[in-house]
């Protein structure tokens, strides 16, 4: 009898290596609205084509990056601009498996005379520090008068010198006449004062600016070892984060408690609003290449190479 129940526990422990290998995505989730459709891939999870997926939220995109370099997550949420940093000097660490948001900078303003991007010359623009590596794309939009496309003979000044919060609280009491806000910022700033105005939608102005191209916001990255092992179920997933995109923006109101019941940062109340207002998308990474590759050159960064473009 010993001998047998030996055997069986011989035989188990021979598969046990093969149950502990069944592929899994640990996925690195971001505060804020950027990830919003990952509320509803948390709350059905067991139902999803995907089923083993584990999340992990953070803060901020430096609490998650570390993470996916020592390979303690597979997948996670990084703009375009620090995932080609990262993908050119880390000897191709991470790959852009999809665009999750385009845009969702807006001007906002509290004056009443405001009637388009020329009347900022000569004034102080608060911008937060975050958002400053959009400087050069903002300037080639601001020009002084038109065909100016250098932006030389500019007389406006970016000011990146107040946390973003406090640059809402400028605008609400009267204190600051324009600033760049992206979402949800913005709609916290416009639900705290009637007298604020959503002047521009700074993804709109660049969208007739630049023939249709867009302003890729934030990507969805995936670690290549983990992408080279793991082909089908990575593309899977872009599948599933696909309906989660579509649900939630069909859904605002129910995606918003969803995103206050999974703790991503944002109350119901400013989820709710601000989803509409995020250009939440999903698009491959080589549809969106060339939007990508535009944005960069703007932005004078090196361009990644080819390989840095994951096909699902």
Not at 19 to 26: C, E, G, H, T
Not at 253 to 269: F, P, Y
Not at 285 to 301: C, F, H, M, V
Request: charged content about 20%.
């Amino acid at each position: 009898m010993l001998k047998k129940i030996i055997c069986l526990f011989s035989c188990f422990s021979l598969f046990l290596p093969l149950f502990a290998q069944k592929a899994s995505i640990r996925l690195g989730v971001l505060k804020g609205i950027s990830c919003a459709p990952c509320a509803y891939l948390i709350e059905n999870k067991e139902k999803l084509a995907v089923q083993n997926i584990s999340f992990q939220i953070f803060d901020s995109a430096q609490a998650e990056l570390p993470k996916l370099l020592r390979g303690e997550i597979d997948m996670g949420f990084l703009t375009p601009e620090d995932a080609a940093k990262v993908f050119t000097a880390g000897k191709g660490a991470l790959l852009m498996a999809g665009l999750v948001q385009n845009g969702g900078l807006y001007l906002l303003t509290n004056d009443e005379l405001y009637v388009s991007l020329e009347n900022l010359q000569e004034k102080n623009i608060f911008i937060s520090e975050k958002d400053s590596s959009k400087i050069p794309l903002l300037k080639s939009l601001i020009t002084k008068k038109e065909g100016e496309e250098d932006g030389s003979g500019e007389s406006f000044h970016f000011d990146f010198s107040l946390p973003l919060a406090s640059i809402a609280n400028k605008l609400i009491i009267g204190e600051a006449e324009y600033a760049l806000l992206s979402e949800p910022f913005a709609t916290v700033a416009l639900k705290n004062s009637s007298k604020l105005i959503r002047a521009e939608n700074i993804q709109q102005v660049y969208m007739e600016k630049e023939n249709g191209n867009t302003i890729p916001s934030m990507i969805l990255v995936v670690r290549v070892a983990f992408a080279d092992e793991n082909h089908d179920l990575v593309r899977q997933f872009l599948e599933v984060y696909r309906s989660g995109l579509q649900w939630t923006n069909n859904n605002h109101a129910k995606a918003a408690m969803l995103i206050e019941k999974h703790k991503l940062g944002l109350s119901q109340a400013v989820a709710r609003d601000s989803i509409a207002n995020a250009s939440l998308v999903f698009r491959t990474a080589p549809s969106a290449k060339s939007d990508i590759e535009k944005y960069l050159t703007i932005l004078g960064r090196e361009l990644p190479a080819e390989e840095f473009y994951f096909a699902p």
